[in-house]
């Protein structure tokens, strides 16, 4: 009977964007009576195949041919997550040529490392003026990735919401610190900024750490 056997070693497909590949075979049931070809895709930004085709008939039909699977190693921070490998036939031989082909799905081990670069966790700033830090991104997302500020007077934020996705994620966002000027001598305060990821991506579970700021007092009078 006309059939096409597919076997991934260990019995499924597993690759890394680190380097680590894995591999199938591809071999026919019975003889055709033409020549067999199989030719593979695959799905965007997953990976890649040692060939694309392979050619069966008369003289090699039950020879397994063996196909390496190799991950695209991308700067996108995905975790985990799957390629498809879709097999199509293409022959006028009998039996042969109304085959169809379930597809492989290729799990892919990430190798990107996830987590939102702050420039400063102490920022010291002098009442009534201005002081800046950044966040950027390790990765590029598969998604927007907002990083939400807050924190308490008398310190005061500009954006409070910064937003990165996949084409500016390498890019160093700034954010202004400014504090009111009560013409009050308080002495130094100090305040926090705290930071929480609203995302779907990989970065969701990412923490950022709290930014200490210390607000220096410009109303000095003596004692």
């Given at each position: 009977m006309a059939g096409v056997t597919i076997t991934e070693s260990g019995g499924s497909?597993?690759?890394?964007?680190?380097?680590?590949?894995?591999?199938?075979?591809?071999?026919?049931?019975?003889?055709?009576?033409?020549?067999?070809?199989?030719?593979?895709?695959?799905?965007?930004?997953?990976?890649?195949?040692?060939?694309?085709?392979?050619?069966?008939?008369?003289?090699?039909?039950n020879t397994p041919q063996m196909v390496t699977v190799t991950a695209m190693d991308?700067?996108?921070?995905?975790?985990?997550?799957?390629?498809?490998?879709?097999?199509?036939?293409?022959?006028?031989?009998?039996?042969?040529?109304?085959?169809?082909?379930?597809?492989?799905?290729?799990?892919?081990?990430?190798?990107?490392?996830?987590?939102?670069?702050?420039?400063?966790?102490?920022?010291?700033?002098?009442?009534?003026?201005?002081?800046?830090?950044?966040?950027?991104?390790?990765?590029?997302?598969?998604?927007?990735?907002?990083?939400?500020?807050?924190?308490?007077?008398?310190?005061?934020?500009?954006?409070?919401?910064?937003?990165?996705d996949f084409t500016n994620w390498s890019v160093a966002k700034t954010v202004v610190?400014?504090?009111?000027?009560?013409?009050?001598?308080?002495?130094?305060?100090?305040?926090?900024?705290?930071?929480?990821?609203?995302?779907?991506?990989?970065?969701?579970?990412?923490?950022?750490?709290?930014?200490?700021?210390?607000?220096?007092?410009?109303?000095?009078?003596?004692?």
């Open positions: 497909t597993q690759v890394a964007e680190s380097g680590a590949t894995d591999t199938f075979t591809v071999v026919l049931t019975s003889q055709p009576t033409s020549t067999v070809q199989i030719g593979f895709t695959t799905s965007t930004n997953g990976v890649t195949l040692s060939t694309t085709t392979i050619t069966f008939d008369g003289t090699n039909w991308d700067v996108i921070a995905q975790g985990t997550h799957t390629g498809t490998i879709t097999p199509q036939i293409s022959t006028t031989a009998y039996g042969f040529d109304v085959l169809s082909m379930m597809p492989l799905i290729a799990t892919i081990a990430d190798n990107e490392s996830i987590s939102i670069l702050v420039s400063a966790t102490e920022v010291t700033i002098t009442e009534g003026l201005r002081a800046e830090y950044t966040y950027m991104l390790s990765a590029a997302p598969t998604n927007t990735v907002q990083i939400v500020l807050s924190t308490e007077a008398p310190l005061h934020l500009d954006p409070a919401v910064i937003s990165f610190l400014f504090t009111d000027n009560d013409h009050e001598d308080m002495g130094t305060r100090h305040a926090q900024i705290v930071a929480v990821v609203s995302s779907t991506t990989a970065y969701r579970n990412v923490s950022i750490p709290t930014t200490a700021v210390h607000i220096l007092e410009d109303d000095l009078y003596p004692a």
